[in-house]
């Protein structure tokens, strides 16, 4: 089981910045795929990013895709999520997870989390 501890998160305004990141156990490199999960409140968690490093592929949520990118440290072990133009809808608990199952949002053993951190952003 790969165990993860997300940090970064805040509450800015609308149009503000975030840098969130996930220490992860173990060597990056050897994940797969990588992702970023969100869960506003009351409602279900959504795939956000997901990184395959290896093949220098990511992908990315509709509603976040050219303001947030999503990268890795192998060298930390840390995978990142830059988030850029805030906006309240992006207002969440963030997740992420270093066993996911590439081409999906899906994870590779088991559905346990980390403790999360949390995004909010008002105007």
């Known amino acids: 089981q790969v165990h993860v501890a997300e940090s970064g998160g805040g509450s800015v305004k609308v149009g503000g910045s975030l840098r969130l990141s996930c220490a992860t156990s173990?060597?990056?490199?050897?994940?797969?795929?990588m992702a970023w999960y969100r869960q506003p409140s009351g409602k279900e968690r959504e795939g956000v990013a997901r990184?395959?490093?290896?093949?220098?592929?990511?992908v990315y949520a509709d509603s976040v895709k050219g303001r947030f990118t999503i990268s890795t440290d192998s060298a930390q072990n840390t995978l990142y999520l830059q988030m850029n133009n805030l906006r309240p809808g992006d207002t969440a608990m963030y997740y992420c997870?270093?066993?996911?199952?590439?081409?999906?949002?899906?994870?590779?053993?088991?559905?346990?989390w980390g403790q999360g951190t949390q995004v909010t952003v008002s105007s």
């Open positions: 173990g060597n990056i490199d050897s994940r797969g795929c």
């Open positions: 997870a270093a066993d996911v199952r590439c081409g999906t949002w899906s994870r590779l053993w088991g559905d346990s």
């Open positions: 990184i395959q490093p290896y093949y220098d592929i990511d």
